[in-house]
């Protein structure tokens, strides 16, 4: 006995319409061709039998599968899920599936992460760079037909367009007004030292403070709350221990904040604390949080619309006339200031 298929194929419509095979797959592909009154019939044929087009076959036959690949260090930061989520929002209004993987910032997930997107025939990516300068990653995106945009970090020495904040200005702000509350010895807190955003934050915090004529004090050790303890623990406990604290990002934050609290140490009278990237509690707990607010939701929106421009308006995944001439595009971040740095909570 032969089994019934779940699925309504393309001929069971064409039989229900009364029309042939091209007919309902002109419909299905925009309707070229076909007189108004067979358009609406089949539609509500198909609509009638819930008919979905079969998209494997369809990237068989060389057509869009309407996925696009979106490959980000994490789903658990608050930065990349806000930028996935403005992501799949543009996605969904081109009728489009997105396809979220996740890498840690490792280089070799990465390539494998992006390997098979690729066997799936994505019609375009967006990726976080785990590595801004690997040159595996750079040639397997030139090798690709696809078009990329790549977010919060650039593919160093490719035409690839990247959505990115800017780092350094950003850094140099926050620093800059930690040395206006009155900070002499500003420690940089950080961890990962060798990705693109961190080393451009770590750049903007030292013009800073070489510009005031203050020393530079770095400590690159944190990964973990653990590590955050060890680290403003040996801090606290040296000849100069410092009055502020500029952490690189957002966990980092959190976890001064804690260890700070932990220790009774008060926050802002006795080292004052200012972070980078906004997280959810930064304006409700106590003191609040000053952070330097990145745009993530515009960086998504951003990144896929030009993807989409891409897809839909240049045929030769070209780009546009008018990012011939742009391949980084850069936005600003900007200060929110609030309890933890000095400023007084009412301006949070």
């Given at each position: 006995?032969?089994?019934?298929?779940?699925?309504?194929?393309?001929?069971?419509?064409?039989?229900?319409?009364?029309?042939?095979?091209?007919?309902?797959?002109?419909?299905?592909?925009?309707?070229?061709?076909?007189?108004?009154?067979?358009?609406?019939?089949?539609?509500?044929?198909?609509?009638?039998?819930?008919?979905?087009?079969?998209?494997?076959?369809?990237?068989?036959?060389?057509?869009?599968?309407?996925?696009?690949?979106?490959?980000?260090?994490?789903?658990?930061?608050?930065?990349?899920?806000?930028?996935?989520?403005?992501?799949?929002?543009?996605?969904?209004?081109?009728?489009?599936?997105?396809?979220?993987?996740?890498?840690?910032?490792?280089?070799?997930?990465?390539?494998?992460?992006?390997?098979?997107?690729?066997?799936?025939?994505?019609?375009?990516?967006?990726?976080?760079?785990?590595?801004?300068?690997?040159?595996?990653?750079?040639?397997?995106?030139?090798?690709?037909?696809?078009?990329?945009?790549?977010?919060?970090?650039?593919?160093?020495?490719?035409?690839?367009?990247?959505?990115?904040?800017?780092?350094?200005?950003?850094?140099?702000?926050?620093?800059?007004?930690?040395?206006?509350?009155?900070?002499?010895?500003?420690?940089?807190?950080?961890?990962?030292?060798?990705?693109?955003?961190?080393?451009?934050?770590?750049?903007?915090?030292?013009?800073?403070?070489?510009?005031?004529?203050?020393?530079?004090?770095?400590?690159?050790?944190?990964?973990d709350y653990k590590s955050a303890e060890c680290a403003i623990k040996s801090l606290?406990?040296?000849?100069?221990?410092?009055?502020?604290?500029?952490?690189?990002?957002?966990?980092?934050?959190?976890?001064?904040?804690?260890?700070?609290?932990?220790?009774?140490?008060?926050?802002?009278?006795?080292?004052?604390?200012?972070?980078?990237?906004?997280?959810?509690?930064?304006?409700?707990?106590?003191?609040?949080?000053?952070?330097?607010?990145?745009?993530?939701?515009?960086?998504?929106?951003?990144?896929?619309?030009?993807?989409?421009?891409?897809?839909?308006?240049?045929?030769?995944?070209?780009?546009?006339?008018?990012?011939?001439?742009?391949?980084?595009?850069?936005?600003?971040?900007?200060?929110?200031?609030?309890?933890?740095?000095?400023?007084?909570?009412?301006?949070?």
């Amino acid at each position: 006995m032969t089994k019934k298929s779940l699925h309504p194929t393309l001929s069971q419509v064409a039989r229900k319409a009364g029309v042939g095979t091209t007919t309902v797959s002109r419909v299905i592909n925009g309707g070229d061709r076909v007189s108004p009154k067979t358009l609406v019939h089949v539609r509500r044929v198909i609509e009638t039998l819930g008919y979905m087009p079969n998209e494997a076959a369809r990237a068989l036959k060389g057509r869009r599968t309407k996925t696009i690949g979106l490959v980000i260090p994490s789903i658990a930061d608050p930065f990349f899920s806000s930028c996935a989520e403005a992501i799949q929002t543009v996605t969904r209004l081109h009728d489009s599936l997105l396809i979220v993987m996740v890498t840690a910032n490792d280089p070799r997930t990465e390539i494998d992460n992006l390997n098979v997107l690729i066997r799936h025939r994505v019609d375009g990516l967006i990726i976080v760079p785990a590595d801004s300068q690997s040159l595996e990653l750079r040639d397997l995106l030139d090798r690709t037909a696809l078009p990329v945009v790549a977010i919060d970090r650039p593919v160093a020495n490719s035409s690839i367009v990247s959505v990115v904040v800017d780092n350094l200005e950003g850094a140099m702000t926050a620093t800059r007004h930690l040395i206006d509350h009155g900070s002499k010895r500003i420690v940089c807190l950080t961890g990962e030292s060798t990705l693109y955003t961190i080393r451009e934050r770590m750049k903007g915090y030292r013009k800073a403070v070489e510009s005031a004529g203050l020393a530079c004090i770095f400590d690159t050790s944190v990964k973990d709350y653990k590590s955050a303890e060890c680290a403003i623990k040996s801090l606290l406990d040296g000849p100069n221990p410092p009055d502020a604290i500029f952490a690189t990002k957002n966990s980092t934050t959190i976890y001064a904040l804690e260890v700070l609290q932990g220790l009774n140490i008060a926050v802002p009278q006795s080292i004052a604390l200012l972070g980078f990237d906004d997280f959810e509690l930064a304006s409700t707990v106590r003191p609040s949080v000053s952070v330097i607010q990145q745009p993530a939701e515009e960086i998504g929106r951003r990144a896929a619309e030009i993807l989409f421009d891409r897809l839909l308006k240049e045929p030769d995944n070209q780009l546009p006339a008018s990012l011939k001439h742009t391949q980084q595009i850069v936005l600003q971040p900007r200060l929110i200031r609030r309890g933890s740095c000095g400023c007084a909570p009412a301006l949070s």
